[in-house]
């Protein structure tokens, strides 16, 4: 009698698929693990950078405006002030034409720092609160703390009718950002530096 033999895979056979199965597989949830974790970092680094334009942009913005008298006295809004070793700077204009005047027309950015992390704040107020020193209730958050710390931001006079703009950001894991703007204010204001 034949004995039939039974055609197929071995267990040896099967087990060694099975292991180049499992390596491949181990080897595409790395990939992919990969790949979400740079995926965050990246969308981290986005934000980061973003918070930083739109800061800087509108204090660029705001600065170019300082001067403006509209109907006004010259003399009220003719000034930037750097103060707190170049950590804040104040500054007026008039509202525009057209545009209702509320009263806060003396304004200001400055760096605040606590428990090691820092942010850039934004001053809007009546003439009488008008200092780097203003009541924490007066000043606003331009950044956010939870998205990145400022780690510097300074303001210089350059020249006799520009201001330097100098902002660093960073947050844990990100390399920092660091955004850098000269503005000269159209209505031509006179800038003083006063230390602390």
């Excluded at 033999?5 to 990969?34: K, S, Y």
């Excluded at 006295?73 to 104040?90: E, K, M, P, S, W």
């Excluded at 009541?135 to 956010?144: F, I, K, M, R, V």
Aim: hydrophobic share 45%.
């Amino acid at each position: 009698m034949r004995v039939k033999r039974q055609g197929g895979l071995t267990l040896i056979e099967l087990m060694v698929a099975l292991a180049i199965g499992l390596v491949l597989l181990l080897a595409a949830t790395e990939l992919l693990v990969q790949l979400t974790g740079q995926q965050g970092r990246d969308r981290r680094a986005a934000a980061l950078r973003a918070m930083g334009d739109a800061a800087m942009s509108t204090m660029a913005m705001d600065l170019r405006r300082a001067g403006y008298a509209g109907g006004g006295n010259a003399a009220d809004f003719g000034q930037i002030r750097i103060g707190d070793d170049g950590h804040c700077v104040l500054f007026a204009y008039a509202a525009p034409p057209g545009e209702a005047d509320d009263g806060r027309l003396w304004r200001g950015f400055r760096l605040k720092t606590e428990n090691g992390t820092g942010r850039v704040q934004s001053l809007a107020v009546p003439r009488d609160s008008w200092r780097c020193d203003a009541p924490a209730a007066d000043w606003q958050d331009l950044t956010l703390p939870s998205a990145g710390s400022v780690d510097a931001l300074t303001f210089h006079r350059v020249g006799e009718r520009g201001v330097d703009i100098r902002l660093l950001i960073r947050a844990d894991g990100l390399p920092a950002a660091q955004f850098e703007a000269t503005v000269s204010p159209r209505n031509r204001p006179a800038i003083t530096e006063e230390s602390r």
